[in-house]
């Protein structure tokens, strides 16, 4: 079964480091997202992406962050001067098109620790 | 704001016995829910959604209800088993973008 896979399962930065957080979505899907998980609260939506560029942004995402298809399979997420407060799962996922629905698929996790 | 979100936080089962967790929603306009398990360390697991136009949509072991007078949405899970134990969220999809996630509930499968 296909899945979405996420590089590295941890990360551990300082204050004010840029980190690049990566996916590899489902191969034939065409919808992208980002999600963070402060430890404890629930799953916040980052940005959606499609056709190389962002459908949808959430206020969280600010003008640290920014996201790229750099080629045909990887889908990164970049922070450019983590704080704190980014410590959180970083979760990946993707859509296709199933039939007459659409569910996304995530992968398992990028945790942050922003020291 | 509208938002999605959750009953019970916490739900305790003995094994075997069917379980029911409960979510409501706010947003009137929402057309499609779909039910997500966490395990601890994982990334949320899709389980079943639905559409606005359905009532109920059974899978294996699982089945969602759906009341739209209400706005109410919820997860029964027959014959639970320890396997089952995780964090359920309900969320909204809407469209190509965000999914919306409720606060969540942890299932606790008592052996």
């Known amino acids: 079964e296909p899945e979405v896979t996420q590089t590295p399962s941890h990360q551990v930065t300082q204050m004010g480091q840029e980190v690049i957080l990566r996916c590899v979505p489902i191969?034939?899907?065409?919808?992208f997202y980002w999600y963070r998980q402060i430890l404890g609260q629930k799953v916040e939506f980052l940005v959606s992406?499609?056709?190389?560029?962002?459908?949808?942004k959430s206020e969280i995402f600010d003008d640290q962050f920014s996201v790229e298809r750099p080629d045909g399979s990887n889908f990164t997420l970049k922070i450019r001067s983590t704080k704190l407060e980014d410590s959180a799962m970083y979760f990946c996922?993707?859509?296709?098109?199933?039939?007459?629905?659409?569910?996304?698929?995530f992968g398992p996790g990028t945790r942050l620790l922003v020291l | 704001g509208e938002s999605v979100g959750l009953h019970l936080p916490t739900l305790s089962v003995q094994e075997g016995d069917n379980s029911i967790i409960n979510c409501a929603y706010s947003?009137?306009?929402?057309?499609?829910f779909i039910w997500y398990k966490q395990e601890s360390g994982k990334g949320p697991q899709f389980i079943i959604d639905i559409r606005s136009n359905m009532d109920k949509r059974q899978g294996q072991r699982v089945t969602v209800l759906l009341n739209k007078t209400v706005k109410h949405l919820s997860l029964q899970i027959a014959a639970t088993q320890p396997g089952d134990s995780a964090v359920y969220f309900c969320?909204?999809?809407?469209?190509?973008?965000?999914?919306?996630f409720g606060i969540g509930t942890k299932l606790q499968v008592i052996p």
């Open positions: 996922a993707s859509s296709g098109w199933e039939g007459n629905q659409e569910t996304q698929y």
């Open positions: 947003n009137s306009a929402s057309d499609y």
């Open positions: 969320a909204e999809n809407e469209g190509y973008q965000k999914v919306t």
């Open positions: 992406f499609y056709n190389n560029e962002i459908s949808e």
């Open positions: 191969s034939n899907h065409l919808y």
